[in-house]
């Protein structure tokens, strides 16, 4: 069989900010605080993939908002790509209590 598909690496252009938006990130989803995140995104109205709209509330913190903002489109491409990785990768147990929150209705 031929080799698996690999993503090419994209360069960070931006990587302090990048860093900063990515560790908001990685906190909001860390095992002991994604249950407190989620309630968040559900008494906000939102649902968890929309990445866009829950950084507007602010609700992964101001430094990740300022800090999405002054990224360039492939940094924000690569975060975004990154926080929706972090969503599918919460733990099922956990997904089922806010089912609210991961519907595509």
């Given at each position: ?70 990224l360039g489109d492939s940094d924000r491409g690569q975060i975004r790509e990154m926080y929706l990785r972090a969503v599918e990768q919460v733990a099922l147990e956990v ?11």
């Amino acid at each position: 069989m031929g080799n698996m598909f690999q993503q090419a690496a994209i360069p960070v252009e931006n990587p302090a900010v990048f860093e900063t938006v990515k560790a908001a990130i990685e906190a909001a989803f860390a095992t002991p605080s994604v249950g407190k995140f989620l309630q968040r995104v559900e008494k906000a109205k939102l649902r968890v993939r929309h990445f866009e709209k829950i950084l507007e509330q602010g609700l992964l913190g101001d430094a990740a908002k300022t800090g999405y903002a002054q990224l360039g489109d492939s940094d924000r491409g690569q975060i975004r790509e990154m926080y929706l990785r972090a969503v599918e990768q919460v733990a099922l147990e956990v997904r089922g209590k806010f089912l609210k929150v991961y519907a595509y209705y």
